[in-house]
């Protein structure tokens, strides 16, 4: 598929990236090679003779691009005049399917497009995090440690803070029969902060909570009374 931004090529079998690097060289060395591309049309009993890459399925002068002695294809398409015309090839990504493969890539003035763009990207990253292009990897993977860490301590900040809220909330509790009830909207909070507030309530005997937050509703109840909340909710 040849797309305004990037062209596909669908394969029948799975590649490797080291597939894709070694096609990407190989595809590079032979466009750099400068090779004459020639179109001739042949008879289908010359072109059984040729050395096609797929026999073609049609009837009458049969148009063959070559590639100097690289590639011969049966082909109605446009092509430039020499391999150089195209520059250079870029393989953008790799996306598997069932016993197969597509490859993405750019050539000649939109690979260089994408080049720049990427430096520019991996130099404006680099920066944000006072690292050479080189270690940028490696800050990548110091700032993502240090980031689940202070989320580590973060989850136990919040648990530490939601016990002293169902405390406070306990002890404000109203009576309802044979219950303590605990309404509250808890402002601001998300839905697990608000289940450990309502869990560490209603692990006293007697207790029921009603507890809301930002676009939220929890009810919970202690374990020794013994009616539904289930209709509530």
Same mark, same amino acid.
């Given at each position: =598929?040849?797309?305004?931004?990037?062209?596909?090529?669908?394969?029948? #079998?799975?590649?490797?990236?080291?597939?894709?690097?070694?096609?990407?060289?190989?595809?590079?060395?032979? %466009?750099?090679?400068?090779?004459?591309?020639?179109?001739?049309?042949?008879? #289908?009993?010359?072109?059984?003779? &040729?050395?096609? +890459?797929?026999?073609?399925?049609?009837? /009458? #002068?049969?148009?063959?691009? +070559?590639?100097?002695?690289?590639?011969?294809? $049966?082909?109605?398409?446009?092509?430039?005049?020499?391999?150089?015309?195209? !520059?250079?090839?870029?393989?953008?990504?790799?996306? #598997? /399917?069932? !016993?197969? $493969?597509?490859?993405?890539?750019?050539?000649?003035?939109?690979?260089?497009? =994408?080049? +720049?763009?990427?430096?520019?990207?991996?130099?404006?990253?680099?920066?944000?995090?006072?690292?050479?292009?080189?270690? &940028?990897?490696?800050? %990548?993977?110091?700032?993502?440690?240090?980031a689940g860490e202070a989320r580590k301590a973060l989850r136990g900040a919040e648990k530490r803070l939601a016990a002293l809220d169902a405390v406070e909330l306990a002890a404000g509790a109203v009576a309802k029969g044979k219950a303590r009830v605990v309404v509250k909207v808890l402002?601001?909070?998300?839905?697990?902060?608000?289940?450990?507030?309502?869990?560490?309530?209603?692990?006293?005997?007697?207790?029921?909570? &009603?507890?809301?937050?930002?676009?939220?509703?929890?009810?919970?109840?202690?374990?020794?009374?013994?009616?539904?909340?289930?209709?509530?909710?």
């Open positions: =598929h040849l797309g305004d931004e990037t062209c596909t090529i669908d394969l029948d #079998k799975a590649v490797t990236p080291a597939d894709l690097d070694a096609a990407e060289d190989r595809t590079n060395r032979v %466009i750099w090679e400068n090779r004459a591309v020639v179109i001739g049309y042949f008879t #289908k009993e010359e072109v059984a003779r &040729l050395p096609l +890459r797929k026999p073609p399925q049609v009837e /009458g #002068k049969i148009r063959v691009v +070559r590639a100097g002695d690289f590639d011969c294809s $049966a082909c109605c398409g446009t092509h430039p005049k020499s391999t150089g015309e195209v !520059g250079v090839v870029l393989v953008l990504g790799l996306e #598997k /399917g069932k !016993g197969g $493969a597509r490859v993405s890539f750019v050539c000649g003035h939109r690979a260089v497009a =994408h080049a +720049r763009k990427s430096h520019a990207i991996l130099r404006s990253a680099g920066a944000r995090v006072s690292s050479a292009r080189l270690e &940028l990897e490696a800050a %990548i993977e110091r700032i993502q440690g240090e402002d601001g909070r998300e839905l697990e902060y608000i289940r450990t507030v309502a869990t560490e309530i209603v692990a006293k005997p007697g207790m029921v909570a &009603l507890l809301g937050g930002a676009g939220c509703l929890v009810l919970g109840r202690s374990q020794d009374l013994g009616f539904d909340l289930r209709p509530i909710g």
